[in-house]
């Protein structure tokens, strides 16, 4: 049988073929092809968050490509296929508030709550009404409220699970010109107001653009590093004892940022945690490596394998947990292989 080359359906660029793909222009035909799907199932949609082992995938890829966009007011339900920059980019045009700080991520709609996509001090969860999902161990089409959908930093119920398919998201924004309170300090002070401020809509999206186009966080064909699956780690959240451990391990001038989190815990940042192990921006001299313009972004700079990326993440991984005693964590979904 013929075999489906999945590298090229992802950002990182990596990744053995599928035994089998079926494409799904419209939410009946996702749902079908997911029920009749031979196992197991891979639900693809932008591939700008996966990281597919070089084995490729023994099973059926589904590809999300459904589009629609149905607005009342300041509610929106989409379909999930849709890309989420254009949506992001026509809401911001049309005065709705709500997405202007996650422009720029790539991927699609429809796996926005799948990590509860968030940045620049912005994340779905604070958008999202209701989920419409195929839940496949009933086989019935419901909508989940946000409430049940476990909405945390970049998780919700839906990561690592292959129980729902998203096939659309209902968001609730707001009618207003100007953004909700800015809390990243880098984006308010690149737009010149206090972190709590708000500025135009547009303005904000642009210098979102601008800060991110900076990280090689914005897929561009002219910038290498932005092979990437993003972010491949995320930030460690750490209990106020580990929290302190680590200030110990870290010792001397060395204090490592700290964001408390509503329930007591402390986010660190795992970018601050990889260059005091010895992995500045660039590094690596092969066919991966660290972005020259990230520490938490790992880029594919041409003809790389699974395996030699997911060897760099580990050799930072396990510099990281040797010299401060805090383990970090992928961001991106690994599929036919695990960390
Ligand atoms: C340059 C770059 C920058 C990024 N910046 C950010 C950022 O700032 N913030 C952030 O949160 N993320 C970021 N990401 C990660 C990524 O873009 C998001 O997670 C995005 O939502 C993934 O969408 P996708 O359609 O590409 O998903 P895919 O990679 O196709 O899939 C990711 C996972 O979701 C599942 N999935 C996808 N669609 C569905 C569906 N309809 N139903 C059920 N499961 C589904 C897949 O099975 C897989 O497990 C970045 C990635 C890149 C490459």
Known sequence: MERIALAPLTTLRLGGPAARMVEAPTEGE?????????EPLLVLAGGSNVVIADEGFPGTVVRVLTRGVERGGARLTVQAGEPWDELVAACVADGLQGFECLAGIPGSTGATPIQNVGAYGQEVAETVE???VLDRASG???????????FRYRSSVFKYRDRWVVLAVTYRLRESGVSGPLRYAELARRLGVPVGGSAPLGEVREAVLGLRRGKGMVIDPADPDSVSAGSFFTNPILEPDAFAALEARAGGDLRPPAFPEPDGRIKT???????RAGFPRGYGDGRVGISAKHTLALVNRGGASTAELMALAREIAAAVHERFGVAISPEPVLVGHEW
């Open 140 to 150: 019935r089409i419901e909508a989940l409220p946000a409430a049940d959908c476990g």
């Open 30 to 38: 996702l749902a079908e092809a997911v029920r009749s799907a031979y």
């Open 130 to 132: 209701s989920v419409r």
């Open 269 to 275: 940042s795992a970018a601050w945690l990889i260059e």
